[in-house]
């Protein structure tokens, strides 16, 4: 039997491992077409400038294989991540659609939200931290993926919102975070523990039309767009495009996000500031505590 040529590594992305001395090398590495619709790009970020025809080297080499030679998602390494067990497709940069934005919802990413995403990689998925790569070399990239689609060349890049300055941490914040969490039916998502196993949970589908799950806060500390409490009041407030998770920004005022973030942080298993005061309260008044879900519609403390 024939050994295979090559390998594909899922969390590596595109990457290529031949097995074989003097094997011919995988297609993710061959001169294939890339299919652009733009001319060459650039992106800003900080001090740097990116250039898209650099860029498209390093698609080549390391992203083709997930994101395909159309940046449509339909990569060669594609057809083995499931939505169904929790492997999100690729992203599909012909759409122009990001989840991870300082913008506003239905508008363009800046740049910088383009190499933040490259470089911080997205956890529950495929997508591996790009550190690897020089700044420069992420700008680059950053610059490349807009050559995808004809919204770079007919929109500018939304406003970065404004995050107002965090207040302390309380109890009595947390407990209305708690009450929110119960009055904007985050729980039909996201379940009455933040595990990611509410009632929708199962229902819930992208803008393709994928299954897609809730995050489950129990995870650990990074978020789909981050790890702090800011990148988290952010998600509230730009809410994550192409998926059922919608901006708050005209629901909840900047001081309910903030209580929002606090409670939310109670949900996962860290040593937090918010976690330690839900644990002093909870022990002395866990029985008074009206349980989250369908059963109490007015939640509250």
């Given amino acids: 039997m024939k050994?295979?040529?090559?390998?594909?590594v899922l969390l590596l992305g595109s990457v290529c491992l031949l097995l074989t001395a003097g094997?011919?090398?995988c297609s993710a590495q061959i001169d294939i077409h890339i299919h652009t619709v733009t001319g060459p790009m650039e992106s800003h970020v900080g001090d740097l400038t990116g250039n898209s025809?650099?860029?498209?080297?390093?698609?080549?080499?390391?992203?083709?294989?997930?994101?395909?030679?159309d940046g449509d998602g339909n990569g060669e390494n594609a057809m083995w991540f499931d939505p169904t067990m929790g492997f999100a497709k690729p992203r599909?940069?012909?759409?122009?659609v990001f989840k991870c934005r300082s913008t506003t919802t239905?508008?363009?990413?800046?740049?910088?939200d383009l190499y933040n995403a490259i470089s911080r990689g997205f956890v529950t998925t495929n997508m591996p931290q790009w550190k690897v790569l020089t700044p420069q070399e992420r700008a680059n990239l950053a610059a490349f993926i807009k050559t995808?689609?004809?919204r770079w060349k007919t929109q500018k890049a939304g406003t970065p919102i404004s995050i107002p300055p965090e207040p302390p941490v309380n109890i009595e914040g947390i407990l209305h975070g708690r009450v929110l969490f119960q009055k904007m039916e985050c729980w039909k998502c996201h379940g009455p523990q933040g595990h990611g196993d509410g009632p929708s949970a199962s229902t819930l589908t992208d803008s393709k039309d994928n299954p897609i799950r809730p995050y489950n806060f129990a995870s650990g500390s990074r978020f789909k767009c981050g790890e702090t409490n800011q990148d988290?009041?952010?998600?509230?407030?730009?809410?994550?495009?192409?998926?059922?998770?919608?901006?708050?920004?005209?629901?909840?005022?900047?001081?309910?996000?903030?209580?929002?973030?606090?409670?939310?942080?109670t949900l996962q298993p860290l040593d937090t500031p918010e976690a330690a005061l839900w644990n002093t309260y909870a022990a002395a008044h866990g029985k008074e505590l009206k349980p989250i879900g369908?059963?109490?519609?007015?939640?509250?403390?």
């Fill in 23 to 25: 094997a011919k090398p």
């Fill in 106 to 112: 239905g508008n363009l990413p800046t740049d910088e």
């Fill in 92 to 96: 599909d940069f012909t759409l122009a």
């Fill in 148 to 150: 995808f689609s004809d």
């Fill in 294 to 301: 369908p059963e109490q519609p007015g939640g509250g403390n």
């Fill in 53 to 69: 025809e650099e860029g498209a080297k390093l698609y080549r080499r390391f992203c083709i294989g997930c994101h395909g030679p």
């Fill in 232 to 265: 988290l009041y952010q998600i509230f407030m730009t809410g994550l495009d192409g998926t059922p998770m919608p901006s708050f920004a005209d629901v909840i005022q900047p001081n309910d996000a903030w209580d929002l973030v606090h409670f939310l942080r």
């Fill in 3 to 8: 050994l295979m040529t090559c390998t594909f």
